[in-house]
């Protein structure tokens, strides 16, 4: 057993010696090579930028045309207390335990599961 791990201890300091090595600096045609593909790519990440947002712009246009109602009462609609939290709708400073109001069982209930 120790030899195994003297022999796999020798083995990493050896490769970590050799992943320290340099590589050379590319050369004028790699770096031309690497500067016109990060170009390409940049020019299709546009492109695909300007499809996504056409794709999305149809989508909320097709949202609208069947949903006119919703579009002129978004701004007026409030957000319904139906699942709300109890103490989501208190005043604020009218919480905790009170001898006409009881503490809510939210304040103290386990995680949900």
Do not use: C, W
Request: charged letters at 25%.
């Amino acid at each position: 057993m120790r030899k195994t791990a003297i022999f796999l201890f020798t083995g990493m300091l050896i490769g970590s010696g050799a992943a320290l090595g340099k590589l050379p600096p590319p050369t004028p045609e790699e770096q031309a090579a690497a500067t016109a593909k990060k170009a390409a790519q940049q020019e299709q990440l546009e492109k695909d930028k300007a499809l996504l947002e056409r794709a999305q712009d149809r989508v909320v246009a097709h949202y609208r045309s069947e949903h006119p109602a919703r579009q002129a009462s978004a701004t007026s609609d409030r957000t319904p207390d139906e699942n709300m939290p109890k103490t989501s709708g208190e005043a604020p400073g009218g919480t905790g335990p009170d001898p006409v109001r009881p503490q809510s069982a939210e304040a103290h209930s386990a995680p949900a599961k």
